[in-house]
């Protein structure tokens, strides 16, 4: 989640194309108030791929147990949904301008001049809202981890935090008036290359066929 500082949606900053500097799993724990019960999700950061894996227990206030994989390689995402045993995949061309604003929050390409990308990258969302100022406060402790903390002002004055880890190049911890997302539990090393294809068992959903059933007027089948 981006949050209001350094607003835009999660399926946005989830693409990009770019190097990791390690592979590692985490939960990534959402809180959006003081007080609200957390959402908690597993994230896989693999070899120019990333899947965000919900939990099954939240229903409709997460994923519901699905899955969303970013594929840098490819240009491509792809939603997996467990309960028809389907896929949803887009194209590079529908993920175009997911692209370009992806390494600008969770993974800046300088962990320690972050501010230049994060500002030009918010310039070129369609927001109301945009980063009116950015500045790196210094060294911190994320969950023992250490990281690069910096403060983002929005053009209605909100502030926001975002902590990047310098080895990972990934966000550890966001704030901001909505809540706060962090990573828990990270454990670095290689992941399977299986968390980053539809199961074989799974059918693709044609899109396109989707689409073409709107415009004509007609309702997708069930």
Not at 123 to 140: F, P, Q, W, Y
């Amino acid at each position: 989640m981006l949050q209001r500082a350094f607003a835009t949606p999660v399926i946005v900053v989830l693409l990009a194309a770019g190097l990791f500097a390690q592979e590692f799993s985490a939960d990534m724990v959402t809180t959006r108030k003081e007080g609200a019960a957390e959402h908690q999700a597993k994230i896989f950061v693999g070899d120019h791929k990333i899947r965000i894996e919900g939990n099954r227990q939240e229903g409709e206030r997460g994923m519901g147990g699905g899955a969303f994989i970013v594929d840098e390689s490819n240009q491509t995402t792809t939603i997996l949904i467990p309960e028809r045993k389907m896929y949803i995949q887009s194209t590079p061309e529908q993920n175009r301008a997911g692209y370009q604003n992806m390494q600008a929050l969770f993974r800046p390409t300088d962990p320690n001049n972050a501010c230049p990308q994060w500002q030009a990258a918010m310039e070129a969302v369609k927001n109301e809202k945009k980063l009116t100022s950015c500045r790196k406060i210094g060294t911190d402790i994320v969950n023992g981890r250490a990281a690069v903390k910096y403060e983002g002002v929005n053009s209605d004055g909100e502030k926001g935090y975002v902590w990047v880890d310098p080895k990972l190049r990934f966000f550890l911890k966001m704030v901001s008036n909505d809540g706060t997302t962090e990573m828990r539990n990270i454990k670095e090393g290689t992941q399977p290359a299986s968390l980053f294809e539809p199961p074989s068992d799974y059918t693709k959903f044609d899109m396109g066929s989707m689409m073409r059933n709107r415009q004509g007027g007609r309702k997708p089948p069930q």
